[in-house]
């Protein structure tokens, strides 16, 4: 079971940019897939959660209307929409399958994903 996240990179402020989350070894249908993003220096952050029936959990309000979350299903992948990027958007973001009884219902917390993607680092700057 494994999560490979691409695409990242530098954008300049107002840009956007497309994040990929595919599965390996699973399919990702039967799983809420949950976004993560990590601002250097700071703790984790939850972004947004697409469950098993494509219901859209966003865990912060500051994003939404900005990034959004979406599944397709014939690539196996979500991706993560992100427009109107700034700064304060520069991050390592991180994809993670929900686990437990659960898995298809989007998790409050970040201790209830596993399945961590490596990481994309995304770069908001002129």
């Known amino acids: 079971v494994q999560l490979v996240e691409s695409g990242g990179g530098l954008v300049q402020p107002g840009g956007s940019l497309r994040l990929s989350c595919t599965g390996s070894?699973?399919?990702?249908?039967?799983?809420?897939i949950g976004w993560f993003r990590q601002a250097p220096g700071k703790g984790r952050e939850g972004v947004s959660c697409i469950d098993s029936k494509d219901d859209v959990t966003d865990y912060v309000d500051s994003m939404k209307g900005r990034f959004t979350i979406s599944r397709a299903l014939a690539n196996n992948t979500v991706y993560l929409q992100m427009n109107n990027l700034g700064p304060d958007d520069t991050a390592t973001y991180y994809c993670a399958s929900a686990k437990g009884p659960n898995f298809g219902d989007c998790p409050r917390t970040s201790y209830d994903f596993h399945a961590w993607g490596q990481g994309r680092l995304v770069t908001v700057s002129s």
């Open positions: 070894g699973f399919t990702l249908s039967y799983y809420a």
